[in-house]
């Protein structure tokens, strides 16, 4: 994955709250990759997770971002950069898809937190939670460190796009709650492959794929290669529930998925990228 050396990032999408950790041992209330899946099929109760602190963030020590991270360039060699030039370039698609469709895209931050942090909307979290969205505020959060555990514990390759495809199927979430389609999961507790739940992973996954297939349109990425790709694919087949669980317990229960396996999440990410249009993921008709 290069970024074009020239392109001009905008850090006013990404705050870095480092250093301001609270230490909290509850986690947060959005929607998570690794964490929330592990404490799910482990038994736990999802509410048990927030923290409720409707105060927000505190703002922590200055960052320097806007110095660092100022053109394509700084995000080929800065993994703090590259966060910046992928959530641009995740925006600036999706803010031609709405328009294509006669809506309006609302942009939304990334947070960058390390240990915990305190979102606005869904309470307190610690890293050990994954990356999120939070609806209520639109943002996603995330720690860094969570690539290596990706890598380490959970058998994922590792390399640039693995960040990139969490952060675009984080925003695969915020596309979802602008079209509204987030209510359905509040309104639905049921588990397992063919659930409500899993089909809102699913479909975020896909429009991680097809953010991935208009990347370099964005004007922010001069390539990627079939190898991040791969990558892409990993990182989603790492972070399914079967791989989960076998990880965790052992075995496997179908029934208690909330995120899809690793084949379905690798399946909707293929079809994403390969079809190149949203409106190839309809995760809501038929089987997944």
């Not at 250093?19 to 999802?46: E, H, K, Q, T, W």
């Not at 690798?266 to 390969?274: A, D, N, V």
Request: hydrophobic residues 35%; charged residues 20%; glycine residues 14%.
């Amino acid at each position: 994955m290069d970024f074009n050396d020239g392109a001009r990032l905008d850090t006013s999408q990404v705050r870095d709250a480092r250093g301001r950790g609270r230490g909290l041992a509850a986690g947060g209330g959005g929607i998570s990759i690794v964490g929330l899946i592990l404490f799910l099929v482990l038994g736990g109760d999802p509410q048990s997770l927030v923290q409720q602190d409707p105060g927000g963030s505190t703002p922590g020590a200055t960052s320097d971002l806007a110095e660092r991270c100022a053109t394509g360039a700084d995000a080929d060699r800065d993994v703090d950069c590259r966060v910046v030039g992928v959530v641009n370039s995740v925006q600036a698609y999706w803010t031609g898809a709405f328009e294509r469709t006669n809506r309006t895209y609302q942009e939304a931050d990334t947070e960058i937190f390390q240990g915990s942090t305190t979102t606005q909307g869904c309470g307190s979290a610690t890293s050990a939670v994954g990356p999120f969205y939070c609806p209520a505020d639109a943002t996603a959060y995330l720690d860094l460190g969570f690539f290596e555990s990706l890598r380490d514990d959970y058998g994922a390759s590792g390399g640039p796009f693995a960040v990139a495809y969490v952060l675009a199927h984080e925003y695969g979430h915020h596309v979802q709650n602008l079209l509204g389609t987030t209510e359905k999961r509040q309104r639905s507790r049921d588990t397992g492959p063919q659930s409500v739940a899993v089909r809102i992973e699913l479909q975020a996954d896909c429009f991680a794929g097809v953010w991935a297939a208009n990347a370099v349109d964005t004007g922010f990425l001069a390539r990627i290669t079939e190898a991040d790709v791969k990558d892409g694919l990993s990182a989603a087949a790492a972070v399914g529930d079967d791989r989960i669980q076998e990880a965790s317990t052992g075995r496997v229960d179908q029934e208690s998925w909330t995120h899809g396996s690793a084949e379905q999440r690798q399946t909707w990410f293929l079809k994403g990228y390969r079809g190149k249009d949203p409106g190839d993921c309809d995760t809501f008709t038929g089987r997944v």
